[in-house]
């Protein structure tokens, strides 16, 4: 019996014990950072960058807190798989944060539901003269709807064509000319497709996919700019369809959807072409760093994506991070010094330098001709490739139009089933278009204006 | 009378009381707002604006929702009674006693309370068609393996394959209601001379019927709001005539393009559809559930 009791108090004593010590350790457990300074005035910054990136971030917040003595931009790294949501029930709720960095496609359907504040709202009339003289037509793609300015770009995407100098020559052929036009292209990657005994893919020579970024190259695209109408079912855009798929035909639809499965998705050193599996592709401005940390043996370069015959020069798809203000924000004002200090739309030569950090693309020629970033191109000298592609026209960036997710889910399933073979490209793009025209019957039914 | 009775009820409902504010403010709040946003368009930033029937009208002859809703129709047929037939032979294999038994049943059940999420990711390995697992053994015994995730219908069978590789759960419960068979049945059975088959038809099965049809009823209405397998593998490039569901299109509605109005009066028509299969199910136990 005592025995009994001498276990059940043990018991209790281990028990009391574990809870002292989770309690302590819920209590002990550091905190989130002290403001560094608490007399400013807060403003807070959602953003979806972690690892090394959110590193990168934190630096430009800390360089912006040092540079002036008003405000305090506290940043706070979302999970960007519930970025969206958190930020609508945030402005719902009526405590969003004051400026958040953003890089899905959701201008169009935020600024249509009033969540976004027009940044000319923020701006000095001067400051948005420097803008519409100063950005590159990518940047003033990418943050606008119906004609104002929602989004400001803090980094551009653009696609070129990366190429293994390596494989090029084993094959016979001459980097220093590279094709000029996408023919071209495509009989040099003919010639580095590399098979095994059974005939499966060990290397691909050059694929292009992706409709978005060949469309414009052919001379369509999803969206006149001009006339600020959809175009979809278009000569070019089917012209562009069919080239990618007759492509995938030549290598054989079922051995090309096996050799990309065995690939990975393609992040850091994963990427296929710095593993060998592609000879020539087509990828963004952020490769060029990733290539000089994880292989810097490599020998590469970098060139424009050649036109077909007839096409357009220095055409394809772009996107970008931008910096959304929304509505109900507290300290949009300092939102809005945030945004100018990181963009370079004042003080170009200062913002230069927070643009080398991340390896990104800047919105403005000033901010690219500064010397700190005239210094990054001299270390990275594939990039210069990207920046002397950001003046042209030619770029087409995601529709402005309020049912822009929709519109892109539906244009990625249109490429997709062309390119599994299961609808013919100009089917598959009357498929397109008849459900976007049903999409846009459905909202006005709604009561919606498009 | 009814003051004493609620008086004599008093302490367990405080003791209930934080799960009765939970259920009433998370579940049956949001359930009935749900009915009226299905009349409305919303977005959840703008007030709600009313629009009759019109979610409802439209829904009609949205060609997406009726194509996901054919999907979702086949993979309940399908996957529903699969589940039920694998659940039962697997319990009734477990139910010898054989030593380390106890393994084999663990071994069976494990798969069950893997995160759905992470069995998906493993899947998705598993049946990569280049370097997968499975596609690796059938290439040994010189068969090429299909592209399980890229093809339509190879996709439809490799969520069908992931729902059998949960059964598990069920499998539990199949085992206790064997457990629960009498075992002067059997012996009855024996003196009359039953084989084993007959043992399975005329004593096993009908005696394990009411554990068959709360699985079942519960397996359908699983299916009916099948959504995080299939949502995962859309967004990993899967063929979407094979995984675009009711409930990843009502998802996709909701909060992808922000259409709570229109994703709610789906939420009531996949509801309505979930009552009407039960109602049914309920209605036909009278003939083939045998309560003992």
Redesign the interface.
């Known amino acids: 019996m005592a025995e009994a009791s001498r276990a059940r108090r043990a018991v209790l004593y281990a028990v009391s014990a574990l809870g002292g010590a989770l309690i302590a350790s819920v209590l002990l457990a550091p905190g989130p950072p002290l403001r560094a300074h608490p007399a400013r005035t807060e403003v807070r910054f959602w953003h979806m960058w972690t690892a090394e990136w959110k590193t990168v971030v934190d630096r430009i917040v800390t360089r912006f807190n040092e540079s002036q003595d008003e405000y305090e931009v506290v940043a706070l790294s979302v999970p960007a798989s519930s970025a969206d949501?958190k930020f609508?029930?945030a402005?719902?709720g009526g405590d969003p944060p004051d400026v958040m960095a953003e890089w899905n496609p959701v201008i169009p359907?935020w600024a249509e539901?009033?969540?976004l504040t027009p940044l000319s709202e923020l701006m000095s009339a001067d400051e948005a003269a420097a803008f519409e003289r100063e950005a590159y037509p990518a940047a003033k793609k990418i943050g606008q709807y119906r004609g104002k300015l929602y989004g400001l770009a803090v980094g551009i995407n653009l696609w070129a064509a990366y190429y293994r100098t390596d494989a090029l020559t084993d094959a016979g052929l001459d980097p220093a000319h590279f094709p000029s036009s996408l023919e071209e292209l495509v009989r040099w990657g003919a010639k580095l497709d590399q098979f095994d005994a059974q005939g499966n893919l060990t290397r691909i020579g050059f694929l292009p996919s992706s409709l978005p970024q060949y469309a414009p190259l052919f001379g369509g695209g999803f969206y006149d700019w001009q006339k600020g109408v959809l175009t979809l079912d278009t000569e070019p855009n089917r012209r562009a369809l069919s080239f990618l798929v007759e492509n995938r035909k030549r290598l054989g639809l079922?051995r090309v959807?096996?050799?990309d499965?065995?690939q990975n998705a393609g992040s850091g050193i994963e990427w296929p072409f710095m593993t060998g599996a592609y000879a020539i592709t087509v990828d963004g401005q952020w490769r060029v760093e990733q290539l000089a940390r994880y292989a810097p043996e490599l020998h590469y370069g970098v060139a424009a994506i050649p036109p077909p015959q007839g096409g357009k020069l220095n055409a394809g798809w772009t996107s970008g991070n931008f910096m959304v203000v929304p509505r109900g924000a507290k300290q949009a004002r300092g939102a809005w010094q945030f945004m100018k200090f990181w963009s370079g739309l004042v003080e170009p030569e200062r913002a230069a330098e927070l643009y080398t950090w991340g390896g990104w693309l800047p919105s403005f020629p000033a901010v690219a001709n500064a010397p700190a970033f005239q210094n990054y191109l001299q270390k990275y000298p594939q990039f210069r490739k990207f920046v002397e592609l950001m003046p042209s026209e030619n770029w087409d960036a995601a529709a402005p139009v309020p049912?822009q997710?929709?519109l892109a889910?539906r244009e990625g399933?249109a490429d997709?089933l062309a390119a599994?073979g299961?609808l013919e490209p100009s089917a598959a793009l009357a498929a397109l278009q008849r459900?976007v025209e049903?999409e846009i019957a459905?909202r006005r039914?709604?009561?919606?204006n498009d | 009378m009814l003051v004493r009775a609620l008086r004599k009820a008093l302490p367990g409902l405080l003791f209930i009381s934080p799960w009765l504010f939970g259920f009433a403010a998370f579940t049956a709040g949001p359930f009935l707002v749900s009915v009226y946003l299905s009349f409305t368009r919303y977005d959840i930033v703008s007030a709600p604006r009313w629009v009759g029937l019109e979610n409802y009208a439209v829904l009609a002859t949205d060609p997406v929702f009726w194509r996901s809703l054919e999907l979702t129709l086949l993979y309940t047929a399908v996957a529903a009674p699969i589940a039920v037939i694998a659940g039962v032979a697997l319990s009734l294999l477990l139910n010898f006693e054989v030593r380390g038994i106890g393994v084999y049943r663990t071994i069976f059940f494990l798969p069950s309370i893997v995160p759905t999420v992470a069995t998906t990711v493993v899947f998705v390995w598993v049946l990569n068609p280049q370097i997968g697992l499975v596609n690796g053994l059938l290439r040994g015994i010189g068969v090429v393996g299909p592209a399980w995730l890229k093809e339509p219908k190879w996709t439809f069978a490799s969520l069908i394959l992931m729902a059998v590789w949960g059964v598990g759960g069920t499998m539990v419960t199949y085992l206790a209601g064997l457990k629960d068979i009498p075992v002067y049945l059997y012996e009855a059975a024996l003196i009359d001379g039953a084989s084993a088959l007959q043992r399975l038809r005329f004593v096993t099965l009908p005696l394990l019927t009411p554990v068959i049809f709360f699985n079942l009823v519960m397996g359908v209405i699983a299916s009916f709001q099948y959504f995080t397998q299939a949502y995962m593998l859309l967004n990993q490039q899967a063929p979407e005539e094979a995984t675009r569901f009711l409930a990843v299109y009502l998802f996709e509605r909701a909060w992808r393009y922000l259409d709570m109005g229109y994703a709610s009066a789906m939420a009531w028509v996949l509801f309505g559809l979930v009552a009407v299969v039960t109602s049914l199910l309920f209605l036909s136990q009278k003939k083939w559930v045998h309560y003992g």
């Open positions: 949501s609508l029930l402005v719902v359907t539901s009033g969540m079922d959807m096996r050799f499965s065995s049912y997710i929709y889910d399933a997709q599994r299961v459900q049903e459905r039914k709604l009561g919606f």
